[in-house]
């Protein structure tokens, strides 16, 4: 069941009506509003997690509350609008004050509900992408003295006298964006912004502002690539982006200009791009789901981000500087990795990289109380971690991997299930769609997304 509290505030009784109805058997908790003032009230009651708002109410219209709460403290969850004849001024200028999407009436409930859901999980990540950066600074130097890290230490020091483009290609929790900040700060660029691009949290219908920005009647909103002008730009997962962005982005990065949404004169781009993804482009450049000339623009410099089961000799130091790190930073008691635990853990195979064993870290030191790890309790910790597959009715095995990301581990989620469900079809994905509860449309863009082969699926036994 989903969760979250939602406002919806329409001046229509029936919309308000239909829609609390539709968000409650979703699982949601609703409040309804009739006007703005009943709005402003329960947003300071209730403080919902996302926000529906129609922009045309009798007394004070949806764009005008929309500004007052972005001018007043700023948007502190998704507001998502609701126009039966909204205009692309209206959506500009909206998009401009922070709104995350649109929705048009008469309303599409399953529309309703996914953008509701991607709105959410926006959020969600954004909360957490803030509060990882407020933990973790970037290491003076990427860590390990391992043959393949002094390598790509090398490499990374030439590359910070030049503005070459980059694309870093690893699993995920590699540490690429780690590095990527680190070549930043070792660049010419060091004293411009370093801005995160994460492709697949981007709302898609709204993408193109968000990454190119808007401006309207002289009202400004500078996008991503703008923000990043005189630093470094850093596509996080790159090989998420829709292909009709990743056609605009490759014409801006060749003029080396944007255009604004709603915009006539362009806007000159001085910026350092590192692209970053854990997919195989190549192989998605050569089924046609990557765009061909964007890939050879990025793949100026092609860097291998090692898997930390590739340089398992680097473990003990990187031991030993996370547990210095939380120590310090979050006062926990100092422990020591005896041989016999470094020698435990550099013969683990680490799915989950960097990230897994930064996290290994720190929960041994909250739950531990001897000056030294012991092997019993790395021993429970990995099997925690890591447990034993869970097995379906028809005998899927499914991993579940702590060391993931949350998007990361439901992507993994939902492509073991859709796979079984797609062959339990015989590979219909109209019989698919009514047996998940999704649109066609929508289910045909999540199987894209996830890389599932529908014909090749439906041949699996």
Known sequence: MASGHILVVDDEPDIRSLVQDILQDEGYQVSVAENAAAARELRRQVRPDAILLDIWMPDTDGISLLREWSE???????????????????????????????????????????????????????????????????PLEPVGSSRVMQALRGQLERMAGHDTWLLLNGEAGSGKESLARWLHEKSARRSGPFVTVASGSIARDHAAQALFGAEDNGTVQMGLLEQANGGTLYLDEVAELDPEMQLRLSSTLERRALIRCGGREPVVLDLRVIAATAQDLDNLVAVGRFREELYYQLKVVPLAVPALRERVEDVPELLQYYADFFSNRDKLPYRIFPVAVQNRLRNYGWPGNLRELRNLVQRLLILGAAPEVELGEVEQALSGSAPAPRTGARGDGFDIDFGLSLREAREQFERVYLLRQLQETGGSVGKLAKLVGMERTHLYRKLRDLGVDVKASSRED
Do not use: W
Request: charged fraction near 25%.
């Open 72 to 138: 007043r403290g700023g948007l502190n969850c998704p507001v998502i609008m609701i126009s039966g004849h909204g205009t692309v001024e209206t959506a500009v200028e909206a998009t401009r004050l922070g709104a995350y999407d649109f929705v048009e009436k008469p309303l599409s409930l399953a529309k309703l509900l996914l953008t509701v859901e991607r709105a959410l999980e926006a959020s969600r990540l954004k909360r957490e992408n803030e509060g990882l950066k407020r933990q973790m600074p970037v």
